[in-house]
């Protein structure tokens, strides 16, 4: 234990954020060369360093120990620390391992860490042991994606890149962009009285993890209003906007239209929509707020779009939320997200996260999505493809793990996927016979200020992993 958050706390005097990552790479090329260990790194940076077996473990399989090198480095407002140059500055309270005013970069510093260690015990009985770190985990998986595994023996490879102990993650979605356009132009003079709708107050969230609590997507519903202020009158967008990123599940959205129907049947329908979309969410949401605010012109002209009708029949209809839930394991298999909205002078731009853990179910999913919206006369482009890991029902490694967890602690761990991507799908999708599991200590709060290391659980999974390494088959 000591030794791990000995070379932690060496990792986190190294700068080492995304697309800043020399350092690290060099500090590890330079612990495999200061320990004699065989390592080899590419023009990315990866490193891959290797350990021959021990005594008595030359005929098992190889054991792949796998993280990545950079972290989330985030800073409150006003910290004095520049986290392009500068180390950490760590605290230790309640058992707990902190940076001050900074991300920690547990994830995934301490599965570096936790390498480097089981590396340098010489007393730990293993099979032949190969490292691979990875850079550019945080910002697009670059390092997975360039990495060549060619001369890779391992067959079992323990990814460290989860947060929450216990928990034996056995698969993961992998993912797709698809960007959609339909061409509007502005050609149609405002008329009658113009308003602002606000959609807001919803939780949003990540649309990998919290999918399948069915929560609101406010550019859908902001689609689902302005279809019913469509049925009272002659209406025309003006502006429309909603939502951050793709893989986000959109807390807000706002259009501001041209209507000819009067402000109290206006009011009317939007007070309906409100209580009707407050009790399907109801025990989800807290609280859907929909603010309508008259827009004064000034008499200015002001020109809506020619394709309001279609933009609301789109946000509407299209596909949103869990498309499949996986028939082995308890999780999303397959999902949609809306995550974009926006009008430009291009026209109308939605913004699509699809995730699948079964590359045929993405691949579906990508060409129904692709045949809706070009039927409803959109251009569509896609980017960001990355493959997932499919849930293996035979896993040696897997059960190692539960066994060794069973043994330990006296209790079962929890076995699960996750509907978000790790590196774990870029590997195996290079060495398809990979058995492949993710474990790693309690991190609280990753990629914040707030995030917090938890030792105990460190010292714990540190122990999973030993245990699980020195088993034989």
């Given at each position: 234990?000591?030794?791990?958050?000995?070379?932690?706390?060496?990792?986190?005097?190294?700068?080492?954020?995304?697309?800043?990552?020399?350092?690290?790479?060099?500090?590890?090329?330079?612990?495999?060369?200061?320990?004699?260990?065989?390592?080899?790194?590419?023009?990315?940076?990866?490193?891959?360093?290797?350990?021959?077996?021990?005594?008595?473990?030359?005929?098992?399989?190889?054991?792949?120990?796998?993280?990545?090198?950079?972290?989330?480095?985030?800073?409150?407002?006003?910290?004095?620390?520049?986290?392009?140059?500068?180390?950490?500055?760590?605290?230790?309270?309640?058992?707990?391992?902190?940076?001050?005013?900074?991300?920690?970069?547990?994830?995934?510093?301490?599965?570096?860490?936790?390498?480097?260690?089981?590396?340098?015990?010489?007393?730990?009985?293993?099979?032949?042991?190969?490292?691979?770190?990875?850079?550019?985990?945080?910002?697009?998986?670059?390092?997975?994606?360039?990495?060549?595994?060619?001369?890779?023996?391992?067959?079992?490879?323990?990814?460290?890149?989860?947060?929450?102990?216990?928990?034996?993650?056995?698969?993961?979605?992998?993912?797709?962009?698809?960007?959609?356009?339909?061409?509007?132009?502005?050609?149609?003079?405002?008329?009658?009285?113009?308003?602002?709708?606000?959609?807001?107050?919803?939780?949003?969230?990540?649309?990998?993890?919290?999918?399948?609590?069915?929560?609101?997507?406010?550019?859908?519903?902001?689609?689902?209003?302005?279809?019913?202020?469509?049925?009272?009158?002659?209406?025309?967008?003006?502006?429309?906007?909603?939502?951050?990123k793709d893989n986000a599940i959109p807390?807000?959205?706002?259009?501001?239209?041209?209507?000819?129907?009067?402000?109290?049947?206006?009011?009317?329908?939007?007070?309906?929509?409100?209580?009707?979309?407050?009790?399907?969410?109801?025990?989800?949401?807290?609280?859907?707020?929909?603010?309508?605010?008259?827009?004064?012109?000034?008499?200015?002209?002001?020109?809506?779009?020619?394709?309001?009708?279609?933009?609301?029949?789109?946000?509407?209809?299209?596909?949103?939320?869990?498309?499949k839930m996986c028939e082995d394991i308890?999780?999303?298999?397959?999902?949609?997200?809306?995550?974009?909205?926006?009008?430009?002078?291009?026209?109308?731009?939605?913004?699509?996260?699809?995730?699948?853990?079964?590359?045929?179910?993405?691949?579906?999913?990508?060409?129904?999505?692709?045949?809706?919206?070009?039927?409803?006369?959109?251009?569509?482009?896609?980017?960001?493809?990355?493959?997932?890991?499919?849930?293996?029902?035979?896993?040696?490694?897997?059960?190692?793990?539960?066994?060794?967890?069973?043994?330990?602690?006296?209790?079962?761990?929890?076995?699960?996927?996750?509907?978000?991507?790790?590196?774990?799908?870029?590997?195996?999708?290079?060495?398809?016979?990979?058995?492949?599991?993710?474990?790693?200590?309690?991190?609280?709060?990753?990629?914040?200020?707030?995030?917090?290391?938890?030792?105990?659980?460190?010292?714990?999974?540190?122990?999973?992993?030993?245990?699980?390494?020195?088993?034989?088959?």
């Open positions: 234990m000591k030794k791990t958050l000995d070379y932690f706390k060496e990792i986190c005097s190294i700068p080492h954020g995304s697309y800043n990552i020399d350092a690290i790479s060099d500090y590890l090329a330079d612990f495999a060369k200061a320990n004699n260990l065989s390592y080899r790194r590419d023009e990315l940076k990866n490193v891959i360093i290797r350990k021959e077996a021990t005594k008595g473990f030359e005929n098992e399989e190889g054991i792949i120990l796998q993280g990545h090198m950079d972290m989330v480095a985030v800073k409150e407002e006003g910290a004095d620390i520049n986290l392009e140059k500068d180390g950490l500055k760590l605290r230790e309270e309640n058992g707990f391992l902190f940076a001050e005013g900074t991300s920690l970069g547990g994830d995934d510093g301490i599965a570096i860490a936790m390498a480097m260690e089981i590396l340098t015990d010489d007393e730990l009985p293993h099979p032949y042991l190969e490292c691979i770190f990875t850079v550019n985990e945080e910002v697009g998986m670059d390092g997975a994606n360039g990495i060549d595994l060619s001369d890779i023996k391992g067959k079992y490879l323990i990814n460290i890149d989860s947060e929450e102990e216990g928990v034996i993650t056995t698969s993961c979605a992998g993912g797709v962009r698809l960007l959609s356009l339909l061409e509007c132009e502005r050609n149609i003079k405002a008329h009658g009285n113009i308003y602002s709708i606000e959609i807001k107050g919803l939780k949003g969230g990540h649309s990998g993890t919290s999918i399948h609590e069915g929560r609101a997507n406010a550019i859908i519903l902001c689609g689902k209003l302005l279809k019913e202020i469509l049925a009272i009158g002659k209406t025309d967008l003006i502006a429309i906007s909603g939502g951050e807390k807000f959205s706002q259009m501001v239209f041209s209507t000819d129907a009067g402000f109290e049947e206006l009011a009317e329908t939007v007070t309906a929509f409100d209580e009707k979309i407050n009790e399907e969410f109801k025990g989800i949401e807290k609280e859907i707020q929909i603010v309508v605010t008259p827009v004064n012109n000034e008499g200015n002209e002001v020109y809506c779009i020619d394709k309001t009708e279609e933009t609301a029949d789109i946000l509407s209809n299209v596909i949103n939320g869990v498309v308890p999780m999303v298999e397959t999902s949609l997200n809306l995550g974009v909205m926006n009008l430009d002078n291009e026209g109308l731009k939605l913004d699509f996260c699809l995730r699948s853990s079964v590359s045929k179910e993405k691949e579906d999913l990508k060409e129904k999505l692709g045949t809706f919206l070009a039927k409803k006369g959109c251009a569509l482009a896609l980017s960001g493809d990355y493959p997932g890991w499919e849930y293996r029902k035979d896993s040696l490694l897997r059960e190692r793990f539960v066994s060794s967890y069973r043994k330990l602690y006296k209790k079962e761990p929890v076995v699960c996927g996750v509907h978000a991507g790790l590196e774990c799908g870029i590997l195996v999708s290079k060495k398809s016979d990979l058995d492949c599991v993710s474990v790693g200590p309690n991190i609280l709060c990753i990629h914040t200020t707030e995030e917090k290391l938890d030792l105990s659980s460190v010292e714990r999974t540190v122990k999973l992993i030993r245990d699980v390494i020195s088993s034989k088959d």
